[in-house]
């Protein structure tokens, strides 16, 4: 499943937050924890689910995200809701043994099977593991040269306060790199889309998994998160410069970067 | 390749296969593999029909190669497949080639010297598909194949040239040919004298001609 991190809270503007779990509203306090149950549920299958649901385009979309990352040997790169280490794996390679990443996520079934994929891979002297939310990142201001979250910013709860994180622990000229599902560019392929989403996807998840709902759960989600525009100009707001997006796949999936100044 | 670009899968797609099968291939050359390692600075080739620009830098797993990059380029190609292509052949003369070239020499050179030195061990890239018998078999088969498809190659042009020449009598044959260029140039040479010849005979008639008038003066 092409998914990861959750969180905590919803733009906490009143007393009685509600905020949405797919397309159901729920309280704020409960969302992290019904996220979090969609996956410890998936994570045992995760990467299969991905090739499945994506025909394997997942890895060209991860492939682009560290081309645009630009990262060098002795970079700090910061992996946030790394799921089974797809990125973090290419980053150890590119920061070579001067440089440094994190792979983290909140959820730690995600990061455990993360970690044994990273090991059994031969990767450990230059990549570290934490478990942490991405609205309140443990690390000092300026320390990373580049941050991704891929698919997994739709799960967190205030993603104006992640955004307004990550530009904190960027180093000034460090990039954020954020990979998400976003708004089909074309009416067709959208609808086409839709019906994927909601029949074939959590009718896929029940034969493999034995679980529709968390990839119902996941269409939905989809859905609920910003379009491209809405995202550049969340991005904006949180201080980022030159933000820009690439649509892929017709815009099924984008990559927003932008830079600290 | 900005927001909206269409390419993005295509050009990854592109750049993901040609990497995978160079890697691939170089497992059985080591030594290359690691010279390749040094190649660090970033090689462009930009080919203009398709209009498609990749990058690549050597690394030490391998090639790297891109399609879109950020770093500084230390070399910039530009040209069409074919010419690019027949860069590998003409080790460092771009005149008259169709590429164009900016920036470092040296590069192109290092990466041309690395791919012309090329050797890899296909027979043991084989056996590790097919086993430690049936690998070196097959390869001493293919082997045997290539050299008697040349040799076949060689006998048909043979036969084509008798029969053309013998029994068509389309074209005539070598000898006859020479023949031919050696009548012709003893023709031109007897030609020549008899122009020399005339040349000489005329110029003794005028000045016989202008002393008879000198001495009737």
């Known amino acids: ?261 | 390749m900005k927001s909206g670009h269409t390419n993005i899968e295509l050009i990854t797609v592109l750049t993901s296969a040609i990497e995978a099968v160079i890697n691939t291939a170089l497992r059985y050359d080591p030594a290359s593999k690691q010279q390749l390692s040094t190649l660090t600075d970033i090689l462009a080739i930009e080919s203009t029909a398709p209009a498609i620009t990749l990058y690549c830098h050597g690394t030490e797993d391998g090639v790297r190669i891109m399609g879109y990059c950020e770093s500084p380029v230390a070399t910039q190609l530009k040209g069409s497949p074919l010419a690019l292509l027949s860069l590998l052949k003409q080790p460092t003369n771009l005149a008259n080639s169709g590429v164009e070239l900016v920036g470092s020499v040296g590069l192109l050179q290092q990466w041309q010297q690395l791919l012309q030195q090329l050797d890899i061990d296909w027979e043991d890239a084989i056996s590790n598909v097919l086993g430690d018998i049936a690998g070196p078999l097959a390869m001493k088969t293919f082997r045997g194949s290539i050299s008697w498809t040349h040799n076949q190659k060689e006998e048909q042009l043979r036969l084509l040239k008798e029969y053309l020449t013998e029994e068509l009598r389309a074209i005539p044959s070598k000898t006859e040919l020479e023949d031919f260029y050696s009548a012709v140039s003893d023709t031109a040479m007897d030609v020549d004298r008899l122009s020399a010849r005339a040349t000489q005979l005329f110029n003794r008639f005028k000045k016989e001609n202008n002393d008879n008038k000198e001495t009737s003066e």
């Open chain 1, 1 to 261: 499943m092409i998914d990861e991190t959750p969180a905590k809270t919803e733009n906490p503007t009143h007393a009685t937050q509600k905020t949405h779990f797919g397309f159901e509203e729920v309280a704020v306090e409960d969302k992290a924890e019904r996220v979090a149950g969609v996956f410890h549920s998936v994570a045992g299958k995760y990467d299969l689910m991905n090739d499945l649901m994506s025909g394997g385009i997942h890895r060209l979309w991860k492939r682009f995200t560290i081309e645009v990352s630009a990262v060098r040997p002795g970079h700090k790169v910061l992996d946030i809701a790394g799921g089974t280490g797809d990125l973090a794996y290419k980053f150890s390679k590119l920061v070579g043994d001067k440089g440094q990443v994190i792979l983290s996520d909140i959820n730690s079934s995600m990061l455990n099977v993360g970690r044994d994929r990273l090991i059994d891979r031969g990767v450990n002297s230059n990549v570290q593991y934490a478990q942490l939310d991405a609205q309140y990142l443990p690390f000092a201001d300026n320390t990373f040269d580049c941050i991704t979250i891929a698919f997994g910013l739709r799960n967190v709860t205030d993603k104006d306060l992640a955004l307004r994180s990550m530009l904190r622990v960027l180093k000034p000229g460090g990039r954020l790199l954020v990979l998400e599902f976003s708004k089909p560019q074309n009416s067709m392929l959208e609808k086409v889309y839709d019906q994927y989403s909601f029949r074939l996807l959590p009718l896929m998840g029940k034969l493999i998994t034995n679980d529709a709902d968390s990839y119902r759960y996941l269409a939905e989600s989809i859905r609920m998160h910003p379009d491209q525009d809405t995202l550049k100009d969340m991005m904006n707001s949180a201080g980022f410069a030159n933000t820009e997006f690439y649509n892929m796949t017709g815009g099924v999936v984008a990559l927003h970067k932008g830079i600290k100044p």
